[in-house]
Nanobody, 125 residues
Framework: QVQLVESGGGLVQAGGSLRLSCAAS????????MGWFRQAPGKEPDFVSAIRWSDGSTYYADSVKGRFTISKYNGKKTVYLQMNSLKLEDTAVYSC??????????????????WGRGTQVTVSS
């Protein structure tokens, strides 16, 4: 059983930065991808970014390209999301997820089997 625990959320002013962490536990992750999704109140989850454990391939939503960076630390089974130049519209609950999606569907929440509980990110003006 895979367990995911997010941390690092909080309140930050627009233009500021936060780094989210997702600590994973469970069986080997070599075939998995780790994704970050965010969900604002009353909206569907949106894909933010993903990374593959096997080769480190990264994927980003257009809305965060150039501002967010996803990375991994194999030794700690941890994935990070560095968020810079935060905007008001980045406010949401951010959740990490694990699965084995193909590249064409890596942005679909249904492609992931395991989810963390999420961490709140609030960007203020």
């Amino acid at each position: 059983q895979v367990q995911l625990v997010e941390s690092g959320g909080g309140l930050v002013q627009a233009g500021g930065s936060l780094r989210l962490s997702c600590a994973a536990s469970g069986p080997t992750f070599s075939r998995y991808a780790m994704g970050w999704f965010r969900q604002a109140p009353g909206k569907e989850p949106d894909f933010v970014s993903a990374i593959r454990w096997s080769d480190g391939s990264t994927y980003y939503a257009d809305s965060v390209k150039g501002r967010f960076t996803i990375s991994k630390y194999n030794g700690k089974k941890t994935v990070y999301l560095q968020m810079n130049s935060l905007k008001l519209e980045d406010t949401a609950v951010y959740s990490c997820a694990a699965g084995a999606p193909g590249s064409a569907v890596i942005g679909r929440p249904s492609s992931y089997n395991y989810w963390g509980r999420g961490t709140q990110v609030t960007v203020s003006s």
